[in-house]
């Protein structure tokens, strides 16, 4: 039996050798991507914190408004007795606003599950 030795043309070691670059830079190129990933999620999470705390302060803004109009729409006292009903139906109607304003804030969704209240 002839012994059959193999011989590669240059175009076939080339091909080969193109192949194996390729490849090694696509698993470069992946975990430059993983690191890109992690980086923009160390970069965001600040943003996030930032932006929560800037979405509250608005709350509480907007809730001192409120209440500083709740004490300058009072009304007339009729026969000089003091006009509590009307404050205090504004009063809750002020209060349940501000409730449900606060609990419908939400979070992104996480890796354990859906939405979730802040609290």
Same mark, same amino acid.
């Given at each position: 039996?002839?012994?059959?030795?193999?011989?590669?043309?240059?175009?076939?070691?080339?091909?080969?050798?193109?192949? #194996?670059?390729?490849?090694?830079?696509?698993?470069?190129?992946?975990?430059?991507?993983?690191?890109?990933?992690?980086?923009?999620?160390?970069?965001?999470?600040?943003?996030?914190?930032?932006?929560?705390?800037?979405?509250?302060?608005?709350? #509480?803004?907007?809730?001192?408004? #409120?209440?500083?109009?709740?004490?300058?729409?009072?009304?007339?006292?009729?026969?000089?007795?003091? #006009?509590?009903?009307?404050?205090?139906?504004?009063?809750?109607?002020?209060?349940?606003?501000?409730?449900?304003?606060?609990?419908?804030?939400?979070?992104?969704?996480?890796?354990?599950?859906?939405?979730?209240?802040?609290?």
């Amino acid at each position: 039996m002839p012994q059959e030795t193999s011989q590669l043309t240059t175009r076939e070691i080339r091909k080969r050798m193109l192949l #194996a670059e390729s490849e090694l830079l696509r698993a470069e190129l992946f975990q430059e991507l993983r690191g890109l990933k992690v980086e923009i999620r160390q970069i965001t999470r600040p943003l996030k914190q930032f932006g929560e705390f800037v979405e509250t302060a608005a709350k #509480a803004g907007a809730f001192f408004t #409120a209440w500083r109009k709740l004490g300058t729409l009072r009304t007339p006292p009729a026969s000089g007795k003091l #006009a509590w009903l009307p404050k205090l139906y504004r009063g809750i109607k002020l209060g349940t606003a501000v409730w449900f304003a606060v609990r419908t804030v939400r979070r992104a969704p996480t890796k354990d599950g859906p939405l979730t209240n802040n609290r």
